[in-house]
């Protein structure tokens, strides 16, 4: 006799995301920083900065900081972030 | 009610019920615990005790948008070693969960590693045998274990909330197994907790907080309301200093003897919630004497952090063996980001 059980996991819903295609070269690109606000955050994008634009001819960054970092970025936030070519998303805890 | 209606899980055959386990096991599908095999039967069992549907949604994670059906909850809750009585309060706490000011996704994440504390108040506490007196917060009573261990399966399978992927706890606390008591109804003249959250009297009721591991506190030796409290505001100054310094919600769970020091002296839970806010605070400089300088200094050290944002931020429960001077603080996760939420049992979706 055997035993039929029930998986319990609940599967992810709605259309699988994929990751933007890789830029082939950052010069002349936008790109934009998210803040996590986490404390160690703000500094660490600091160099960041300085080393896309001085080693990697990024033409310009677009910084902006959640609000809070357990809940995700407010729409207009991510609105003021699509203009950029490529987005770093970081946690500086 | 369930039993024409599909079930969506992928099902799998095993000998018994020891096989079963060891799928279970061999898959991370559990809290490292024996699990009770999840069978069509059972399942359809506690869904019909709360009158859903298997694929009613009862609730949906706000962050990361998972719609939870009701037949996963009554998955959790058969794995748990629950018994289908118990399903509309585990409904409950999922829906209260589900509520963006609980912050389900942060404190499931968090390195900071908390665990839903839950208090059951109103007459289903009694209807199912939970316990409120001996060992509240530990071993023994079968309601008490299996809701608060659904809690944390359900987190697990269908929420993802597994340690070290989306679970990223340092440290965790054994309130991560399960964490669930009810409220001291009978042997206390105080308002219930749900009530004073909003429930109308009679009606039973789920209380619901991301906190920390609990602490233990001790004052055998006084009959004076506010002799006693200033031990709990210490224990909650010294989670301060030593935690998390940023205001929320804590829980106070007061035992028999000290609620009849309180009780005597006239106090409500209202006279000591005052009582609470106004001492729980601290300087941002007495981080110094904790070892943390380095941080006291980054903002002005004269600023005074409160541990609750007002009164009401303070969570009273009456709860605990009869004998015996001990107490307990039930710090929350982080501060303000995830609060308390009370959720009727029963109540609309």
């Given at each position: 006799?055997?035993?039929?059980?029930?998986?319990?996991?609940?599967?992810?819903?709605?259309?699988?995301?994929?990751?933007?295609?890789?830029?082939?070269?950052?010069?002349?690109?936008?790109?934009?920083?998210?803040?996590?606000?986490?404390?160690?955050?703000?500094?660490?994008?600091?160099?960041?900065?300085?080393?896309?634009?001085?080693?990697?001819?990024?033409?310009?960054?677009?910084?902006?900081?959640?609000?809070?970092?357990?809940?995700?970025?407010?729409?207009?936030?991510?609105?003021?972030?699509?203009?950029?070519?490529?987005?770093?998303?970081?946690?500086?805890? | 009610?369930?039993?024409?209606?599909?079930?969506?899980?992928?099902?799998?055959?095993?000998?018994?019920?020891?096989?079963?386990?060891?799928?279970?096991?061999?898959?991370?599908?559990?809290?490292?615990?024996?699990?009770?095999?999840?069978?069509?039967?059972?399942?359809?069992?506690?869904?019909?005790?709360?009158?859903?549907?298997?694929?009613?949604?009862?609730?949906?994670?706000?962050?990361?948008?998972?719609?939870?059906?009701?037949?996963?909850?009554?998955?959790?809750?058969?794995?748990?070693?629950?018994?289908?009585?118990?399903?509309?309060?585990?409904?409950?706490?999922?829906?209260?969960?589900?509520?963006?000011?609980?912050?389900?996704?942060?404190?499931?994440?968090?390195?900071?590693?908390?665990?839903?504390?839950?208090?059951?108040?109103?007459p289903v506490a009694t209807?199912?045998?939970?316990?409120?007196?001996?060992?509240?917060?530990?071993?023994?009573?079968?309601?008490?274990?299996?809701?608060?261990?659904?809690?944390?399966l359900l987190i697990v399978?269908?929420?993802?909330?597994?340690?070290?992927?989306?679970?990223?706890?340092?440290?965790?606390?054994?309130?991560?197994?399960?964490?669930?008591?009810?409220?001291?109804?009978?042997?206390?003249?105080?308002?219930?907790?749900?009530?004073?959250?909003?429930?109308?009297?009679?009606?039973?009721?789920?209380?619901?907080?991301?906190?920390?591991?609990?602490?233990?506190?001790?004052?055998?030796?006084?009959r004076d309301p506010r002799?006693?409290?200033?031990?709990?505001?210490?224990?909650?100054?010294?989670?301060?200093?030593?935690?998390?310094?940023?205001?929320?919600?804590?829980?106070?769970?007061?035992?028999?003897?000290?609620?009849?020091?309180?009780?005597?002296?006239?106090?409500?839970?209202?006279?000591?919630?005052?009582?609470?806010?106004?001492?729980?605070?601290?300087?941002?400089?007495?981080?110094?004497?904790?070892?943390?300088?380095?941080?006291?200094?980054?903002?002005?050290?004269?600023?005074?952090?409160?541990?609750?944002?007002?009164?009401?931020?303070?969570?009273?429960?009456?709860?605990?063996?009869?004998?015996?001077?001990?107490?307990?603080?039930?710090?929350?996760?982080?501060?303000?980001?995830?609060?308390?939420?009370?959720?009727?049992?029963?109540?609309?979706?």
């Amino acid at each position: 006799m055997t035993l039929r059980v029930l998986d319990p996991r609940l599967d992810a819903e709605g259309e699988a995301v994929t990751m933007a295609p890789s830029l082939t070269s950052l010069h002349g690109t936008v790109v934009g920083l998210l803040d996590n606000a986490k404390i160690g955050t703000e500094t660490y994008l600091d160099h960041i900065e300085v080393i896309l634009k001085s080693r990697f001819g990024v033409r310009e960054v677009i910084r902006r900081r959640k609000p809070d970092a357990s809940r995700p970025v407010p729409p207009e936030m991510l609105g003021e972030l699509s203009g950029a070519d490529a987005i770093l998303s970081a946690v500086g805890d | 009610m369930s039993n024409d209606r599909p079930l969506a899980s992928r099902s799998y055959d095993v000998a018994d019920a020891d096989a079963a386990n060891e799928l279970f096991q061999k898959n991370g599908w559990t809290d490292g615990l024996p699990i009770v095999p999840p069978t069509e039967a059972s399942v359809r069992a506690f869904l019909d005790a709360a009158s859903l549907a298997p694929a009613d949604v009862v609730g949906v994670e706000p962050v990361r948008r998972r719609h939870i059906t009701a037949e996963k909850v009554a998955i959790a809750a058969v794995m748990a070693g629950g018994r289908p009585d118990y399903m509309p309060v585990v409904v409950a706490i999922v829906q209260a969960m589900c509520e963006p000011p609980f912050g389900l996704h942060g404190s499931t994440a968090s390195t900071g590693g908390s665990a839903p504390f839950i208090v059951v108040n109103g007459p289903v506490a009694t209807l199912i045998g939970m316990n409120a007196t001996h060992n509240v917060l530990a071993n023994g009573n079968r309601a008490n274990a299996t809701i608060g261990r659904a809690t944390r399966l359900l987190i697990v399978n269908a929420l993802g909330g597994i340690p070290g992927q989306l679970d990223r706890s340092t440290l965790g606390h054994p309130g991560k197994f399960t964490f669930c008591i009810a409220e001291d109804e009978e042997d206390s003249p105080w308002a219930p907790l749900a009530s004073e959250r909003g429930v109308a009297l009679g009606a039973s009721a789920v209380t619901v907080m991301a906190a920390e591991s609990p602490h233990q506190v001790m004052n055998d030796w006084t009959r004076d309301p506010r002799d006693l409290l200033t031990t709990y505001v210490a224990g909650i100054r010294a989670n301060m200093l030593t935690y998390s310094i940023w205001a929320g919600n804590y829980a106070l769970i007061v035992p028999k003897q000290h609620r009849n020091v309180l009780v005597k002296a006239g106090w409500s839970k209202k006279d000591i919630r005052e009582y609470v806010f106004e001492g729980a605070r601290v300087t941002r400089r007495e981080w110094r004497t904790v070892g943390k300088a380095a941080v006291a200094s980054r903002k002005d050290e004269d600023q005074v952090y409160t541990a609750l944002r007002s009164p009401d931020d303070l969570l009273v429960v009456a709860a605990g063996g009869p004998a015996g001077g001990f107490g307990m603080i039930v710090p929350p996760w982080y501060g303000s980001k995830a609060l308390a939420v009370t959720k009727t049992i029963g109540g609309p979706r």
